[in-house]
């Protein structure tokens, strides 16, 4: 890349979506690294400390939140930029290697990238999207997208006013709502009898952020943006919806990053509350696979087994951490060639043998925590409250919100006024909701004197 046409790539995705910048004297922080600060000193990115990840908040203090989990996807996706760029040259092509400069990027990327989840985890999500099944919807990358370009406090009208190319990584499906979503799926009944699976919502983005999609992508080519934002138009029976095809450069790295933070630390979570044992392990060793094993310098399957589960904490700190650098160090560049703009052209993926372990370690981490009928029934009881607390809002809304978001209520449009207590209820806190849920509708809970 010559000089010329570096500085139009750090013009073009650099620019914000609003031209008033925020000059401070002696700042000599460049554009993402502007980004980041951003985010880290936002109010969404605080509240990640009081959301699930796994396991509901109250339920322990050694497992993740949404905020430490956030911090080691952030981490993750660092090393990751850090091994293409430094360690194997091998992996890397020099058409792609500028767009790797930063690692302030990529870290805002993976901080951002479960800002829009709601509380009490995928289950607010899916109560969400039943409330809002006729109002466009909800799902929670799409919501991060929201937070991130219309409801954050920096700029009026702009959320964070963060740069295009972070806007960029962080859509992380780059299609609409009603594109994917697959008609007739939910339809209405009582809260207490909704399957599950109905109300789970489609990998989109939301119609309201339509504008602000197009001028992320705006400057690829017609032609470009069209397939980048193409899906496979007829899902199977089995499948909920239509599913995107394509992610950005930066997405894929956040994506394995996130994929290697859920697998191998909501795993360790297992272990040390012994939801995952031993036994579970040992069925995992088909899948480990002794040539990745070997080349990556891992111990045997057996001997990283006695690490994992031993009684001594930092035996299971160093598997983990070796697990994690074998991980990393299978990044590998993807070449898509229907693409030639750069950022859409190259993705980073995994070697075969490593996503199959990946896999693996992630399906484990499913049927022995999130499936067991504990979490389920506490899923239940969230999915319940947030119906039951949407309802309520809806019926009496400049009474019950809050003064901001009841000033926003009466300010929007008659189709946009059910997005405005979407938003209120999916920036709660587990530990918020809770209390507010009990306020509504729990008899001597709360004082007038109680603030929430």
């Keep these: 890349m010559g000089k010329v046409q570096r500085q139009h790539a750090i013009e073009k995705w650099g620019a914000r979506r609003s031209e008033a910048p925020v000059i401070r004297n002696n700042d000599v922080r460049n554009v993402y690294e502007r980004d980041r600060a951003r985010v880290i000193h936002s109010s969404s990115f605080r509240r990640l400390q009081g959301k699930t990840q796994v396991l509901g908040i109250s339920e322990g203090d ?119 979503h697959k008609k007739n799926r939910i339809t209405a009944a009582d809260f207490e009898s909704i399957n599950k699976d109905d109300v789970k919502p489609p990998k989109c983005y939301m119609a309201s952020e339509e504008d602000v999609v197009q001028w992320i992508l705006e400057p690829f080519p017609a032609n470009e943006r069209d397939l980048f934002q193409s899906f496979i138009p007829d899902p199977s029976e089995d499948e909920k919806h239509s599913k995107t095809l394509f992610k950005s450069f930066d997405t894929s790295i956040m994506n394995l990053a996130d994929d290697i933070a859920y697998g191998v630390h909501d795993f360790e979570d297992g272990i040390a509350l012994k939801l995952i044992r031993r036994e579970h392990w040992n069925q995992l060793e088909p899948a480990f696979g002794k040539t990745w094993a070997r080349v990556k310098q891992l111990a045997s399957f057996d001997k990283l087994g006695d690490e994992l589960f031993s009684q001594e904490g930092y035996r299971r700190k160093r598997a983990i951490g070796s697990l994690v650098n074998a991980f990393i160090t299978s990044a590998r560049l993807k070449t898509l060639e229907q693409f030639k703009s750069p950022l859409l052209r190259y993705n980073v993926t995994f070697e075969p043998a490593a996503e199959k372990f990946l ?92 603030r929430l």
């Design 62 to 180: 050694f497992h993740r939140t949404r905020l430490t989990h956030s911090m080691e996807v952030a981490q993750i996706g660092r090393g990751i930029v850090q091994f293409l760029k430094y360690t194997d040259r091998s992996v890397i092509n020099p058409e792609i290697e500028k767009y790797l400069e930063t690692s302030a990027l990529i870290e805002t990327v993976c901080f951002c990238h479960d800002l829009g989840h709601p509380p009490f985890g995928h289950s607010g999500e899916k109560a969400l999207n039943y409330m809002m099944r006729d109002h466009g919807g909800f799902e929670g990358n799409g919501q991060s997208l929201r937070i991130l370009a219309r409801l954050e406090s920096y700029q009026p009208s702009f959320g964070l006013n963060l740069t295009r190319r972070t806007l960029l990584g962080i859509l992380k499906y780059p299609a609409s709502y009603s594109a994917v």
């Design 359 to 450: 896999d693996a370690l992630m399906g484990a981490a499913v049927e022995h925590i999130i499936k067991i009928q504990s979490v389920q029934s506490l899923e239940y009881r969230g999915r319940l409250m947030i119906m039951k607390m949407f309802e309520a809002l809806e019926s009496d809304p400049l009474s019950l919100l809050t003064e901001s978001s009841a000033r926003d209520y009466e300010e929007a449009d008659d189709l946009d006024k059910k997005r405005v207590i979407c938003d209120y209820i999916a920036g709660m806190t587990d530990a918020y909701a809770s209390k507010f849920y009990q306020r509504l509708f729990v008899p001597g809970f709360g004082t007038v004197f109680e």
